[in-house]
């Protein structure tokens, strides 16, 4: 049951993150990759979990889908394609950087008004295109523009001062505060700046998955499920062309994702189960596989995942092993291999 009053807010300390992926090649583990998983059942239980889901931890973009909800609560008019870009860590695509324009004409603003962090457009394919055609970094291309333009258009509506909008003490951050202690049920452990220069909150992972799961189940008349709608239906807006996000969306029906730097990943589906993952050491390609498996433990087809398997482990120009979750994360029933 949601509790009106968040939990203290989670301890801030050294992780202590257990094995979750294992690196394989030829038959047998050359690495392992460490981190934490929360696996929570329909009724908002802890199910499974590895290594330390209780500890202040930091979402990194996983929380996008918060900070939307308060601002649609807060009056964000914003749906669709451009709601889901507004949480979005963009490829930096024609359709992301025209998604942004627009949201900055809505709210009167210009490129100029941004102020994110300038960078190269997040996807391989678009960055390489885009310093072939002599262009530098810029504060559209970053892949969090959607999130600043909205902020911004936001702060326009609601007679906010536009130019302070990532200040931890600004009305609009106060606002997106408020509903992560909400969402995630626990106190905000700490406050610092995220790489694009907003405010970044640390929570657990356990309170992120339940934040995930609160807004994957809203009502059809809350900000929660225009949330989720918007994501669900435009998850490349999200993300980007080929991102493993997006297609995880595509492949399982009804499932709200949202991954985020550092190795997080987090994930809820309609009737409230919910994974949130942290690969300790940032890596992506156990990242996929291991929110893969934390899927399949919840109780997700493992034929819709067959596809999120992680980078192949190659020799000689072939395929020779690949990432394999630990069994803890094998679906109930699985047997149980002495390398997994």
């Known amino acids: 049951m949601r509790s009106s009053f968040p939990a203290d807010a989670p301890a801030i300390r050294e992780p202590r993150h257990a094995p979750v992926a294992h690196v394989m090649r030829g038959g047998m583990i050359e690495g ?44 964000l008019p914003l749906d669709g394609a451009l709601l889901a870009l507004a949480m979005g860590s963009h490829s930096g695509e024609e359709h992301h950087l025209a998604g942004v324009r627009l949201v900055l004409e809505l709210a009167g603003l210009t490129e100029a008004d941004l102020r994110n962090v300038p960078d190269l457009p997040y996807g391989p394919a678009v960055r390489d295109a885009w310093l072939r055609e002599g262009r530098g970094p810029s504060r559209l291309a970053q892949n969090c523009s959607g999130k600043h333009a909205a902020m911004l258009y936001l702060c326009k509506l609601s007679g906010w001062p536009p130019e302070s909008y990532l200040d931890a003490n600004h009305p609009l951050q106060r606002a997106i505060a408020q509903v992560v202690e909400e969402l995630t049920g626990q106190h905000i452990a700490n406050v610092t700046v995220d790489g694009c220069g907003s405010p970044l909150f640390a929570v657990s992972l356990h309170g992120l998955a339940r934040a995930a799961a609160r807004i994957a189940t809203a009502a059809p008349d809350t900000a929660e499920h225009r949330v989720a709608n918007a994501l669900r239906l435009h998850p490349e807006m999200a993300s980007g062309t080929g991102r493993d996000t997006a297609a995880l969306m595509r492949a399982v029906p009804g499932l709200l994702a949202k991954d985020g730097f550092e190795g997080v990943q987090v994930a809820a589906l309609p009737d409230g189960r919910a994974v949130a993952v942290k690969v300790a050491d940032g890596a992506d390609r156990a990242r996929t596989a291991v929110t893969a498996a934390a899927l399949a433990r919840a109780g997700v087809e493992p034929r819709l995942l067959a596809g999120f398997t992680g980078e192949p482990v190659t020799g000689g120009g072939r395929t020779v092993g690949g990432i394999r979750p630990v069994a803890a994360l094998n679906p109930p029933g699985a047997p149980v291999t002495a390398t997994a």
């Open 32 to 75: 392992v990759h460490y981190g934490s998983v929360a696996v929570l059942d329909g009724e908002g239980e802890v199910r499974t979990s590895i290594g330390d889901i209780e500890a202040a931890c930091y979402p990194r973009s996983a929380l996008k889908p918060v900070q939307a909800v308060a601002m649609v609560r807060a009056g």
